[in-house]
T-cell receptor, first 109, second 117 residues
Framework: GQNIDQPTEMTATEGAIVQINCTYQ??????LFWYQQHAGEAPTFLSY????GLEEKGRFSSFLSRSKGYSYLLLKELQMKDSASYLC??????????FGAGTTVTVRA | DTEVTQTPKHLVMGMTNKKSLKCEQH?????MYWYKQKAKKPPELMFV???????INESVPSRFSPECPNSSLLNLHLHALQPEDSALYLC????????????????FGAGSRLTVL
């Protein structure tokens, strides 16, 4: 099974940077994903890490350390539309994708 | 077409009703999934279909019955549900359900919000 932990809530100011941490324990590892989910909507894919290191995609970056079972999602130049839940998800040895409980990010003006 | 389409968006049903949720994708994906998500909780995997065959059933009660008529369609038949089954039901698809080079990202539909009275 999976054990995926991330903070419940974070608040930041427009234009600032926020880092959402995710730690995981998994039976085998075949990639870590970050999804964004606005209330009542489908999760949308943000990033994928399977090797250690940093992946950058515009204002969003994601980091992975497999030896530490740790990832973070970095959101830069925050905008009001970034207010959402951010889900860390891990794919295990059977290629099943399991999700953390999500981190609700609130961006204040 | 890069979307997963789910219908209906909202469904209210009694405990004795029979209803179905439908999901469609035209991305050529050969794996399709049903997830259940309750408020402020993560999506939980229910079923995985790979090449139109059921490959994973996460010990889901038999009152939920999945069906994959072809590679583009996925249904979830509902019968004799309980109020605690009220949730957002998410359909997703990906290229395959197993090993593949690349991310093999799951693309989700907007969900069907189910209320059982």
């Amino acid at each position: 099974g999976q054990n995926i932990d991330q903070p419940t809530e974070m608040t930041a100011t427009e234009g600032a940077i926020v880092q959402i941490n995710c730690t995981y324990q998994t039976s085998g590892f075949n990639g870590l994903f970050w999804y964004q989910q606005h209330a009542g909507e489908a999760p949308t894919f943000l990033s994928y890490n399977v090797l250690d290191g940093l992946e950058e995609k515009g204002r969003f970056s994601s980091f992975l350390s497999r030896s530490k079972g740790y990832s973070y999602l970095l959101l830069k130049e925050l905008q009001m539309k970034d207010s959402a839940s951010y889900l860390c998800a891990v794919r295990d040895k059977d290629y099943k994708l399991s999700f953390g409980a999500g981190t609700t990010v609130t961006v204040r003006a | 077409d890069t979307e997963v389409t789910q219908t209906p968006k909202h469904l209210v049903m009694g405990m004795t009703n029979k209803k179905s949720l439908k999901c469609e994708q035209h991305m050529g994906h050969r794996a399709m999934y049903w997830y259940k998500q309750k408020a402020k909780k993560p999506p939980e995997l229910m079923f995985v279909y790979s090449y139109e065959k059921l490959s994973i059933n996460e010990s889901v009660p038999s009152r939920f019955s999945p069906e994959c008529p072809n590679s583009s369609l996925l249904n979830l038949h509902l019968h004799a549900l309980q109020p605690e089954d009220s949730a957002l039901y998410l359909c997703a698809s990906s290229q395959t359900s197993g090993a593949i080079s690349g991310a093999n990202v799951l693309t989700f539909g907007a969900g069907s919000r189910l209320t059982v009275l």
